[in-house]
T-cell receptor, first 114, second 112 residues
Framework: DSGVTQTPKHLITATGQRVTLRCSPR?????VYWYQQSLDQGLQFLIQ???????AKGNILERFSAQQFPDLHSELNLSSLELGDSALYFC?????????????FGSGTRLTVV | DQQVKQNSPSLSVQEGRISILNCDYT??????FLWYKKYPAEGPTFLIS?????DKNEDGRFTVFLNKSAKHLSLHIVPSQPGDSAVYFC???????????FGKGTRLSVIA
């Protein structure tokens, strides 16, 4: 157990639908990062939150949004889903400086859009 | 634009031999480099890192080498063990709490 909890582990939904992925960071970590891993692609950075505030944005589609709540858990909302959104979505957390080993990753949510 | 490139999608090595995984980067502002290991159905886990002020960092069977002039780093695993079979991701970042940029990964298979 890495200390980063992601739910659900698997999600199957239809095109056009909306889903919410949830992440609880490791205790004490203030930063949360969301990454997408599609087939044959590396880990693509989506968005970073630090202590409730958006800190950095990557290749995140406008149909996607995220937030970090006061208890530091984060949610990634994916709407108007398309087949190409099928991927593994990872959440990671780090301390304020991302020192040492960098991030601690959760085990991911596998999203399948049919 | 792929800032971190792992040009070998897969690598197969015999148990006991050396595994060498390579990574190239294009952003000269990167100053911290990491390797992560990923097993199926799990998230990536940190393996080893190196700061740009060093050219080598060793941790047990794992050594990372950094060649800044060539913008190249490599991960050496000696001796390789079947349990090392996994996908290895190279990652890099600019200083501070900036997002890590990952390569596409190399799948290592260690054959007994």
């Amino acid at each position: 157990d890495s200390g980063v909890t992601q739910t659900p582990k698997h999600l199957i939904t239809a095109t056009g639908q909306r889903v919410t992925l949830r992440c609880s960071p490791r205790s004490g970590d203030l930063s949360v990062y969301w990454y997408q891993q599609s087939l044959d692609q590396g880990l693509q950075f989506l968005i970073q939150y630090y202590n409730g505030e958006e800190r950095a944005k990557g290749n995140i589609l406008e149909r996607f949004s995220a937030q970090q709540f006061p208890d530091l858990h984060s949610e990634l909302n994916l709407s108007s889903l398309e087949l190409g959104d099928s991927a593994l979505y990872f959440c990671a957390s780090s301390d304020s400086q991302g020192r040492g080993g960098g991030y601690t990753f959760g085990s991911g949510t596998r999203l399948t859009v049919v | 634009d792929q800032q971190v490139k792992q040009n070998s999608p897969s690598l197969s090595v015999q148990e006991g031999r050396i595994s060498i995984l390579n990574c190239d980067y294009t952003n000269s502002m990167f100053d911290y480099f990491l390797w992560y290991k990923k097993y199926p159905a799990e998230g990536p886990t940190f393996l080893i890192s190196i700061s740009s002020i060093k050219d080598k960092n060793e941790d047990g069977r794992f050594t990372v080498f950094l060649n800044k002039s060539a913008k190249h780093l490599s991960l050496h695993i000696v001796p390789s063990q079947p349990g090392d079979s996994a996908v290895y991701f190279c990652a890099a970042r600019v200083s501070g709490n900036t997002p890590l940029v990952f390569g596409k990964g190399t799948r290592l298979s260690v054959i007994a």
